[in-house]
C-alpha cells in the first residue's frame, strides 16, 4: 500500500527551527522527484523546494532560499526540510509531492504544475511569538 506522511510541524518562535520528514512506503522516494510545498490559510499553494532524482539538485523558492535545505535519506525513504531562521510568513501546512520535471537537464525546476501528486494530509507549521 502506497503511503506518503509529512511530519514535524508545529509551532516555533520567530527565528527557531524546524525539521520536516516526507516519509513513503510502498513505492521508493529515491525514484521521484520530490517537491515541498505550503498553502497559508486564504492564499495559492507555493512551492517551497524540491530535489531532483537524477542528480541530486535542489531548487528553493526566493522567499526560504538560504533559510531551507532538502535532502534526502535512502536508508529511510523519506525527505527532509530543514527550515531554519523562520518568521511569521512561513506559517502554513506544508505538504510533500511527487513532481514531474519540465527541464532536460535532470534539475527539479521548473516542473509542472499540472503534474502533482500530492499523497499525505500535510504537516502544519506556526510560526509565531
Same mark, same amino acid.
Given at each position: ?27 521508493? *522516494? ?31 523558492? %526566493? ?9 534526502? %535519506? ?11 531562521? =523562520? ?11 511527487? =513532481?514531474?520535471? *519540465?527541464?532536460? %537537464? ?9 503534474? =502533482? %501528486? ?12
Amino acid at each position: 500500500q502506497v503511503q506518503v506522511v509529512e511530519s514535524g510541524g508545529g509551532l516555533v518562535q520567530p527565528g527557531g527551527s524546524l525539521r520536516l520528514s516526507c516519509a513513503a512506503s510502498g513505492f521508493t *522516494l529515491d525514484y521521484y522527484y520530490i517537491g515541498w510545498f505550503r498553502q497559508a490559510p486564504g492564499k495559492e499553494r507555493e512551492g517551497v523546494s524540491c530535489i531532483s532524482s537524477s542528480d541530486g539538485s535542489t531548487y528553493y523558492a %526566493d522567499s526560504v532560499k538560504g533559510r531551507f535545505t532538502i535532502s534526502r %535519506d535512502t536508508a529511510k525513504n523519506t525527505v527532509y526540510l530543514q527550515m531554519n531562521s =523562520l518568521k511569521p510568513e512561513d506559517t502554513a501546512v506544508y505538504y510533500c509531492a511527487t =513532481l514531474e520535471p *519540465l527541464a532536460a %537537464d535532470g534539475s527539479c525546476y521548473p516542473f509542472n504544475s499540472q503534474r =502533482l %501528486d500530492f499523497w499525505g494530509k500535510g504537516t502544519l507549521v506556526t510560526v509565531s511569538s
